[in-house]
């Protein structure tokens, strides 16, 4: 009993020291709070790392520059008619493989000769071409007798050859004149592909070495300068647009006063192809040539034809003839549905050679016409 009192005693002992203990006030007073670094003026482990690392300078952000055009070397127009051949082949061959299945016959009886004469026709040779033809052949198959299937072709080639002109001179004038780039026209109605001759012509001087210069003289369609622009700069070649609705003349005079300052070979002037009335257009095309030659003498006028259209191509083609003084004929789309006599057709027409002809809508299908690569891609192998 007396063992459990001085237990009990002992534990009241210590609840009181503890009590006593906890309610005294601490000696070192309460702690101060913490200031911010900023205020105490103090660095801090971070702040000391950063004083000590390298300072990275940053460039100021830069606008990306604008993407670089990679001026292409196009091939040069020497050869582009045979290299394009199969394609010619492709939609003129029917016509060539009708004629020769026809001349190839045992026997030619009339009804036999006035079908070919009718195949010629529907080739746009024109009827009186194609009668012409038809007698020349009707000629020779007497005087021949027996024909086997390469004499009749050859037969043929020559006839057609004939017809359509080796012997012209379809030599493009771009060569520069001693003070003086060579200077040419290109004019025809909107919707032939004179814009895109223009591009494309371009290309090709550029694959034989020439510098162009392009002037966008076609001042009532603004896409037409836009496009002069985009054909240009894939080859290199200068480009001269204003305004849309400015004087066309003025256009083509600043086109050659340009070409002449920075010495070009050729400059190559697209004209607006409007044909509301013949005095309209006499009028715009006499004044662009007249201030040209203010300067320099134009050394060719090309007009661009669809060879697609047939007789209502030719009409137009009369109406620039009269305008103008062409010395030659741009046949557009002659691999699409056109037919090859077109070609007969339209020198007999105007009385000037066809010097191109367009193949496709590819950079480089405008070629250089050649008389027995055309006709060898008519008549097939």
């Known amino acids: 009993m007396e063992y459990l009192i001085v237990i009990a005693g002992l534990v009241a002992v210590a609840l009181i020291v503890g009590g006593v203990a ?9 702690r101060p709070p913490v200031e911010p670094e900023e205020r105490r003026g103090g660095a801090t482990a971070v702040d000391e790392a950063e004083a000590t690392a390298p300072t990275i300078e ?3 952000p830069t606008e990306a520059p604008p993407p670089t055009i990679e001026i292409e070397q196009p091939p040069p127009g020497a050869g582009r008619l045979v290299r394009l051949r199969a394609r010619l082949a492709r939609s003129q061959n029917a016509f060539g493989k009708t004629l020769l299945g026809l001349l190839s016959r045992e026997t030619l009886d009339d009804d036999a000769w006035e079908e070919i004469e009718d195949t ?4 746009d040779m024109g009827t009186a071409v194609a009668r012409q033809v038809t007698d020349d052949l009707r000629t020779r198959v007497q005087v021949l007798g027996t024909r086997d299937a390469a004499e009749v072709r050859a037969m043929l080639k020559d006839e057609l050859v004939k017809q359509i002109g080796a012997d012209l001179d379809r030599s493009l004038k771009t060569e520069r004149h001693s003070n003086r780039p060579a200077v ?11 814009t895109t001759t223009c591009g494309k012509l371009a290309r090709v001087l550029v694959g034989d070495g020439r510098t162009v210069l392009l002037g966008a003289a076609d001042t009532f369609r603004a896409a037409a300068a836009d496009q002069l622009e985009t054909w240009g700069s894939r080859v290199g070649a200068q480009v001269v647009r204003k305004d849309e609705g400015t004087d066309p003349a003025s256009v083509a005079f600043d086109a050659v006063r340009q070409g002449i300052d920075t010495k070009v070979d050729a400059v190559i002037v697209d004209t607006a192809g409007r044909l509301h009335t013949k005095t309209g257009l006499m009028d715009e095309l006499g004044k662009v040539k007249r201030v040209v030659e203010k300067q320099a003498e134009v050394d060719e006028v090309l007009l661009v034809l669809d060879a697609t259209t047939g007789q209502n191509g030719m009409q137009q083609a009369r109406v620039f003839a009269e305008v103008v003084n062409i010395t030659g004929v741009v046949l557009t789309k ?3 549905t056109a037919k090859g006599g077109i070609v007969v057709q339209v020198q007999r027409e105007l009385g000037v050679p066809v010097k191109l002809v367009g193949l496709g809508e590819g950079p480089d299908d405008l070629a250089p016409f050649e008389p027995d690569a055309f006709v060898d891609a008519i008549l097939g192998d």
Do not use: M
């Open 334 to 336: 002659l691999d699409g």
């Open 120 to 123: 010629l026709i529907t080739a």
């Open 184 to 194: 040419l026209l290109v004019v025809g109605v909107n919707g032939t592909g004179k």
């Open 22 to 30: 906890f309610l005294r006030p601490s000696r070192r007073g309460p």
């Open 58 to 60: 940053r460039a100021p």
